[in-house]
């Protein structure tokens, strides 16, 4: 299914089905999570787990080089991923180089937001076959 | 928050939330599923963990005295539980009795449903707080 940079909500749901299934299609179970940023708990755009991993994901795509996470969203994210218990991460689909996986933690910190661009989801970030085989 | 026991949509949005609140509300983390029942992949209701155990929950709430899920909606609440790692079990707000849990191999199978009366749920059900101090 490919991602279309059309409307975007619609882009974001596009690209949150697209992730989705490529875990289904590997064993993982899944789900998109529904009202994300309008209820009073927090919660991630889709959650997948192996049995033995569970990694909660905040999710774009973007045709831009750089993307930013405002800080409340990554804050969100680490609070539904301590409760539950799932190693919290950005999924990042670039027009160029496709899908990027970013720990939290190595996003660049700015005053308001976390950033993270091609170049260090290249560095730092994972392929989607070396996130699966960690 | 109270179920209403008005428009049917309605309803299981309201029983999600509120027990979705009582499990955030003790420490647990979880989320409401987006378009389950619309989705190709199988979605519980609601999923829940307090980073020991996660359990996936299809979700009624009802005033009358029984209940059926259709073997479908529990045959994929075991398909998503087996891949993602969690428990499957039925949450039911019956209007005389309250909130039981119920694991889906105690549901009692008919031809093309599993139902759960308010005996079954008093005899093999859990109330909240059995559920959490399993």
Chains 1, 2 share one sequence.
């Not at 289904?24 to 009073?40: H, I, K, Q, V, Y």
């Not at 993307?67 to 994210?77: A, C, G, M, S, T």
Request: glycine share 10%.
């Amino acid at each position: 299914m490919g991602v279309s940079f059309g409307g975007r909500k619609n882009k974001g749901s596009a690209a949150e089905r697209e992730l989705l299934k490529m875990f289904w299609d590997n064993g993982w179970g899944g789900l998109r999570c529904a009202g994300s940023g309008s209820t009073r708990h927090p919660a991630p755009d889709i959650l997948v787990s192996n049995r033995k991993r569970t990694i909660a994901f905040e999710i774009k795509a973007t045709k831009d080089k750089s993307k930013y996470f405002p800080n409340q969203e990554i804050d969100d994210l680490r609070r539904f991923a301590g409760n539950f218990g799932a190693h919290p991460m950005i999924a990042i689909k670039f027009g160029n180089i496709g899908w990027r996986f970013i720990n939290v933690d190595d996003l660049k910190k700015t005053d308001k937001s976390y950033a993270a661009n091609t170049k260090l989801a290249e560095t730092k970030g994972l392929t989607f076959k070396e996130l699966l085989n960690l």
